[in-house]
T-cell receptor
Framework: DQQVKQNSPSLSVQEGRISILNCDYT??????FLWYKKYPAEGPTFLIS????KDKNEDGRFTVLNKSAKHLSLHIVPSQPGDSAVYFC???????FGEGTQLTVNP | GAVVSQHPSRVICKSGTSVKIECRSL??????MFWYRQFPKQSLMLMAT?????????EQGVEKDKFLINHASLTLSTLTVTSAHPEDSSFYIC?????????????FGSGTRLTVV
């Protein structure tokens, strides 16, 4: 039972444009969400997080929105080629991860 | 910042042998560490929670006799894949949480690519 779902396995955007990565969850007990970035053959690195009681958190080019029921989105603007990686959404219940979305930012 | 070191980064072993993977927290003490497994193009799946000085807690479906976890000190947890088979080939990642931090305090090792031939 996949409690955290990232339904888009891949996303391709042009440099300078906005990247929007989506995450849905089913467990209403989740109260804290995190986004991680992962390069091949490396461990994930923390990007940004949000509490379930907040609807927005910003950190530089990265914004996470929590405005819809059981749905989160990570916005990256402007997107840069170095942002190309797999992005995982995770819920803070022993870090239950989504399947990840491969983001490719084209120059 | 907090650093978690994982070793080896890559290992190839013969079927039937055992392989040990180490996870060290370099600049903080971690009473709890976590072991994940990732298959190609899939999510990171939590295998077990390693507790310093006590037995590990395994997730459902993970064989504790096959994946032995030892957390003998506050800075070291080891995962031993015993009697490895080709289906155990995967990417194994550990993580630890810095003390007195929230969810963002999880730091991951760089992972170990295990190939069983």
């Amino acid at each position: 039972d996949q409690q955290v779902k990232q339904n888009s396995p891949s996303l391709s955007v042009q440099e300078g444009r906005i990247s929007i990565l989506n995450c849905d969850y089913t467990n209403s007990m989740f109260d804290y969400f995190l986004w991680y970035k992962k390069y091949p053959a490396e461990g994930p690195t923390f990007l940004i997080s949000i509490s379930s009681i907040k609807d927005k958190n910003e950190d530089g080019r990265f914004t996470v929105l929590n405005k819809s029921a059981k749905h989160l989105s990570l916005h990256i603007v402007p997107s840069q080629p170095g942002d190309s990686a797999v992005y995982f959404c995770a819920a803070n219940s022993r870090l239950t991860f989504g399947e990840g979305t491969q983001l490719t930012v084209n120059p | 910042g907090a650093v978690v070191s994982q070793h080896p980064s890559r290992v190839i072993c013969k079927s039937g042998t055992s392989v040990k993977i180490e996870c060290r927290s370099l600049d903080f003490q971690a009473t709890t560490m976590f072991w994940y497994r990732q298959f190609p193009k899939q999510s990171l799946m939590l295998m077990a929670t390693s507790n310093e000085g006590s037995k590990a807690t395994y997730e459902q479906g993970v064989e504790k006799d096959k994946f032995l976890i030892n957390h003998a000190s506050l800075t070291l947890s080891t995962l031993t894949v015993t009697s490895a088979h080709p289906e155990d080939s995967s990417f194994y990642i550990c993580s630890a949480r810095r003390p007195r931090t929230g969810g963002s305090g999880y730091t991951f090792g760089s992972g170990t690519r295990l190939t069983v031939v």
